[in-house]
């Protein structure tokens, strides 16, 4: 099996499945409970093995903190942590005010070298990219390696592991030009991990044509 066709296969295998989702802010009425639904809808899984050698390459998962995503983690983090109406709206505020600067994912990986899949290590084997439909590259302006996730992390990211590094990874929302990273009309984005050995990419489907609608935070976040 080629390079090719390996990267190709492990793209739809990422993506295969998931629902296209909206990156137009819009009021959302979850529950605690919803968090796991979303956390799925917004994570993307994908392994790399290198049939030809008979080991394993990369196995990467991440999470888009998107609107959606980030509204229903505040619910379930509010509840968890008892927090008063209006310290989880002011936390609500501030994710989403985020989320116009920033598109922020919360990765999980390990290669056949543990040391070389350290994305912060400047011997790291791999390059963390966000890619769009067009095929337009754009770099991170912040990787943190979370050396030893807390609780919340733990919890709330579940492929956590001491087998994998844990990142934080933020991408602008615009180009230098000014131009969207993600365009109001995207139908997909790609968050690729590539190197030498080989290349991953993670893929969400995205629905352009969901309505746009008034962003309303109201005093309880949960509806």
Known sequence: MSRGTLVLCCALLAGCGARALSMRPASRSFTPDDYSSIYEDWTRTSDDFAFDRLEDILHVTATFEAWEFRWAYVVRYAADYSLRTDERTRLLRSTLADAQERHRFFVTMVGNRYRESDLTDERTAWRILLVDGEGRQTRPVEVTRLRRPGATERIYFPTISVHRHTFRVAFPTHHEDGTPVIAPDAREIVLR???????????????????AEPLEIEADPAG
Request: glycine share 10%.
């Open 193 to 211: 991990l590539t190197g030498a050995e080989g290349s991953v990419d993670l893929r969400w489907e995205l629905n352009p044509d969901a309505p």
